[in-house]
């Protein structure tokens, strides 16, 4: 489970700066499915699965 609390005014600090990727990242960071998916990915740091990526709408940059 997430320990995100999404009332606290605290969390949304910054986000009026930020751009569409990083507002977007902010979302999806949060969400408790794509934690737990991207927890189960062996090593993320080499390259997640294509379905994930898809899925989630994501382009990682090295």
């Known amino acids: 489970m997430s320990e995100f609390d999404w ?21 999806v960071r949060r969400s408790p499915n794509y934690c737990a998916q991207f927890s189960a990915i062996p090593h993320p740091e080499r ?7 898809k899925h989630w709408g994501l382009i990682f940059r090295s």
């Open 47 to 53: 390259s997640a699965p294509a379905g994930f990526r």
């Open 7 to 27: 009332r606290a005014p605290k969390a949304y600090a910054n986000i009026h700066r930020a751009d569409r990727p990083g507002f977007a990242w902010e979302s």
